[in-house]
Structures are given as C-alpha cells and as structure tokens.
C-alpha cells in the first residue's frame, strides 16, 4: 500500500536519495556519465530542502506502509513565462521497483489537484526526450509544446502541456 502525502522538510533527504537513484538509472546511457557521477545525496539534499521551505513550490512523496519514501513529484508555477501554460510539473521520480504501481498517476494526480485549488488550469512538463516517462506523460493526454536541446547534458528535452488539466482529474 502506498500513501501520497504533502512533504515536510524533514523529508529532504529520503527525496534526495528517490532523485538520484532514479536520475542515475533512468538517464545511464541517456546524459554523459560524468553528468551521473557529479550528482550527490549532499546537493541534492540541500537543494530539496530550499524547495521544501519555498512557499511557490508544492511537492508530495509517495511512501509505503513503514515510510519509505519511494517516489515524489514537485511543482508549481510555469518557470519561464514563455509558454501559456500557468502551472508546472518540475520532477517527478519513483524509485525503479517500485514503476507500474499507478503511482506516478497518483502523484500527478494530487498535483494537479493542488494546483487547480491554486487556480492554474494548466500544466506543463519538460521531459528528455529519450526518457521512458515521455510515454507517460503522453499516454496521460499531454500534448508536445516546445523542445530544446540542453548542452549541458548533451540531450534533447521536450516541453509536454495540457491546456486544461481537470481533465488529468
């Protein structure tokens, strides 16, 4: 059984751990291992806890019945002011073993339920394009918006939107 659950700051570092178990085996032959091996617990603890304790940022953890943190999604207002989408998927990850369990829909889902409350009636998400997730976020109607390649991780990235997400709903 997995509860999703607003985040506390007191769960950085079991975020941190969710980000980079998932980026190192999700991007593994996607960005440059030099990439995966400059990713930390440490920064990516410190960042979440900035993130935790900024108001324009939601996030929610899925844990298990003994409280393992085991996925997480985090969001809030579109980032660039270059698209016409109002709200923002930032990240979102689960941890491998625990994929096909329904619930990236049900930290999608939550998500998209605060920002609604929130008053965004749109959404965005910017993917690597050779990212499994891609097809999730497609197979949940999101259509493409933008793409751009990031330099920095030698990749392509794709920006995917609903213009009215009480249809993720």
Known sequence: MIRIRKAATSDAEAIAKVSVDSWISTYRGIVPEKILKKITYQQRTVAFKKRLDDPQHYMFVAETTDGQIVGFVNGGPERSGDYPYEGEIYSLYILDEYHHLQIGRKLVRVMTE???????????????????AKGFYEHLGAEPVDRKYLAELEAFETALGWTAVDRLL
Do not use: F, I, M, R
């Open 114 to 132: 605060q920002l609604l409350t929130d008053g965004y009636d749109s959404l965005l998400v910017w993917v690597l394009e050779e990212n499994p």
